[in-house]
Each structure stands twice: as C-alpha cells, then as structure tokens.
C-alpha cells in the first residue's frame, strides 16, 4: 500500500532524505525510527502530498504522489504531531465539519461512527477546548479515520500523554492496523516494539535498518544473553561467573540480576548452574535475555555514525 523507490529531499544545499526505499503492505503496522532530523517528518509529508519530492518517487495505494495527489489524499490519513483541532467546536461538529469538507454523504453519522471507533462517543458534545490531552489525540486520530483512508500515517501520535493515555491509544492503533496500512512515527522505541509489526530505522536521511524487532535482535547480538538470579548477596557472583570457559562477557543489571553472555553453540548453562550451586549461592531464575529496541537502535545509528568519520 505504501511504495518509496529512491526517495531523495533537499532543502537548499541541505539533504534530509538520500535515496530512501521501503515498501508498508496492508494490515501491516510499521514503525518509523529514528533520532531528530533524521527524516522522518519529511518522509511523512512527502507521503501525505504536503511537500514533493527532490528525486525518487513514492506511491500510496497504487497512486503517485506527485502526480496524482487527488487520488492519494482521498485515501490516506495524516496525523501529524501537532493535530490542528478547532477548540471552540464540539468533537462531533469537528468531525462532522472534516465529513463536509470530504464530501462525505451522512457526515453526522459518519462522524458520530468514528467518535465510537476512537472510544469517544460518550464525549461527543463537550468542546474540544474543555478534553484532556489523551483525549484530544483520540479527535485527532479521528480526524484522520473519518474518511475511511486505506492508508494510515501518523506522526508521534502519543507524544505528551500519560501512561494510561498511552496504552489507550496504542490498543485504538492496533485494531485500527488489522485492516489498513499504518506508517508510526515515534521516539518511544519500547512503543514500537509492542505495536509494529517491522521497524524502519533511518538515521541521516538513509535507512540503517529495516525487520521485525525480534528479527533485529537476531541479527545484531551475535551471541546468547542470560540474565541469572541468586538468593540473597550477589558479592563475588560476576568474578566467579568469568572463571566459567566459553562465557564473553558478565554485567551487573539494574533489576539486581547478573547477566552474562556466550557465543552461540556453546552454551554454558549447564555449567553455571552447576558452579553457582556448589559455590553456596542459591539459584532462583536464569533466563533469556533479548536486546532491546532502545539498544539496537543506539547501536545501529553509533555504527552508521561511526562509518560517517572514516
């Protein structure tokens, strides 16, 4: 649904996307990374017909969009991060008004659907101006369903809402991301490894990275982590552990664990099992332990950094 074959975007003698090429199919929800000025929001509003492309070209739904944004607009959603709401308006005559200007037959009624879809309808009259924040990103997000897009663009779309805010509107996401194509912008990486079914990290206007965040773990850790739990003090547990053959590396965790790492093939379980035991410590947990996005994410735009100086 969403196709970028050569993406390139110069603002003056400033490139902000090089050569950018990904593909979002339907039903899928993909999660857009990276730090600020990576390139994210350009590539969004390239998408969405707000701004053309330098060179390259990107298709939505089956259309250009340069040289058929008509097309394009009727069936993609945009919400950017800062969501335009007019605050003296109801919900329901917001979005009723966004229905009119989409030529939308039986616009109260179709308003009043994607309130419902949204979780909104019991707030369908009160002012924009008098919601909560959480609440305001869900009119937002209306905003951009009201149409029914087949394509789904949304930039930051938790940014500023508490804990509970969050977790309401990433399961609203999730249902929505069953049946459309929906492209996330986000910082928060732990978001986008709960929701996303693939993560794009781009990093300098070029993508660094693109799979699935189990599948970025595989590739990047190289070898087997195991986080390893003790009764009582853990004094003299790292020192003991490095004495193990076959073990790379060990590091105190912030949970109180101690994890430990191994090259793949030669696991060492069986072993530190067993010296734990007969050294007096009492065993309690050891477990795998995958990276995270945050690190990969680190590690991939140090590595990208790093390639920039040579």
């Known amino acids: 649904m969403i196709r970028v074959e050569g993406l390139t975007k110069d603002y003056g003698a400033r490139r902000a996307l090089s050569d950018l090429s990904f593909e979002a199919g339907q039903g899928e929800i993909v999660g857009f990374l990276g730090p600020n000025g990576a390139g994210k929001t350009t590539t969004m509003r390239i998408l969405t017909c707000y701004m053309p492309p330098t060179d390259g070209s990107a298709t939505v739904a089956g259309y250009d969009v340069v040289t058929e944004s008509l097309e394009v607009r009727k069936r993609v959603g945009y919400m950017p991060e800062t969501v335009p709401l007019y605050t003296d308006m109801t919900a329901l005559d917001y979005l009723k008004f966004m229905a009119d200007l989409r030529q939308i037959p039986d616009s109260r009624e179709r308003?009043?659907?994607?309130?419902?879809?949204?979780?909104?309808?019991?707030?369908?009259?009160?002012?924009?101006?008098?919601?909560?924040?959480?609440?305001?990103?869900?009119?937002?997000l209306a905003q951009a369903l009201i149409h029914q897009p087949e394509v789904l663009i949304l930039d930051e779309p938790t940014i500023g809402l508490d804990p509970s805010q969050v977790v309401e509107v990433r399961n609203i996401i999730r249902e929505i991301g069953k049946q459309r194509t929906v492209l996330l912008s986000t910082h928060i990486l732990s978001e986008a490894q709960q929701i996303c079914d693939r993560v794009l990290i781009i990093n300098k206007g070029k993508i660094v990275a693109e799979d699935t965040p189990e599948n970025l773990q595989a590739r990047l850790v190289g070898s087997e982590r195991v986080a390893l739990r003790v009764r009582g003090d853990s004094d003299g547990l790292s020192k003991l552990l490095l004495k193990i053959k076959g073990i790379q590396s060990v590091n105190n965790a912030p949970d109180g664990s101690v994890e430990f790492q191994f090259a793949p093939g030669q696991d060492v379980r069986p072993q530190v099992a067993k010296t734990v035991v007969n050294s007096g410590y009492e065993l309690l947990e050891m477990r795998p332990v995958g990276m995270s996005l945050e690190e990969i994410f680190l590690e991939l735009t140090r590595e990208d950094a790093h390639r920039g100086k040579k």
Do not use: Y
């Open 111 to 140: 308003a009043f659907e994607t309130l419902e879809m949204v979780g909104l309808e019991s707030r369908a009259n009160s002012f924009i101006g008098s919601l909560s924040k959480g609440m305001r990103q869900r009119v937002g």
